[in-house]
């Protein structure tokens, strides 16, 4: 029962994490159409850059949204939160498991493990949701911005009385 869920939680951290990696990407490229998928993947793969880069790329999806001035504070307060938390976790999983501090626990990760995994996740989703929020309300202003909204009727235009197809009255 032990090794089933351990792959289920191995599992669902891998689904977990390519369901980020996806919305990533996706959030790039609802501010720039051109942007790639290469850079998200560098920035979680590559050994050292992975301590940095990802929160740099989600800071470059916010500033992207064009957000109320005055809420970068805010924002800032918040993405540190979640990549400490992350940090934290990495730490603790790659320094305290090999020298046996959590050696009493029958998985190795202990509750400061599991504590801070917890509140990375849960501030790692306040900031997909804030993204999230962002993009959508600047779509939709630029929905309603004069010259942009395009009317589409599903009529096809009829010709006006007295006239032809050509253009031409009879």
Known sequence: ??????????????????????WLVRARQANDRSAAATPVAAAWLLPGVNLVAPAVLVDEVWRGTRPPAGRRGRWLALLAGWWAAWLAT?????????????????????????????????????????????????R?????????????????????PGSTAMGRTS
């Open 1 to 22: 029962m032990f090794a089933v869920l351990m792959m289920l939680v191995a599992g669902t951290t891998i689904a977990a994490a390519a369901a980020y990696v996806t």
């Open 90 to 138: 990495l730490a603790l999983v790659t320094i305290r498991l090999p020298l046996g501090a959590s050696a009493g626990d029958l998985t190795g990760v202990g509750v400061p493990e599991l504590a801070c995994a917890s509140v990375a996740a849960l501030l790692c989703g306040c900031t997909v949701r804030e993204l999230t929020r962002l993009q959508r309300a600047s």
């Open 140 to 160: 939709s202003a630029r929905a309603v911005e004069p010259g942009t909204v395009r009317t589409f009727s599903p009529q096809p235009a009829q010709p006006a």
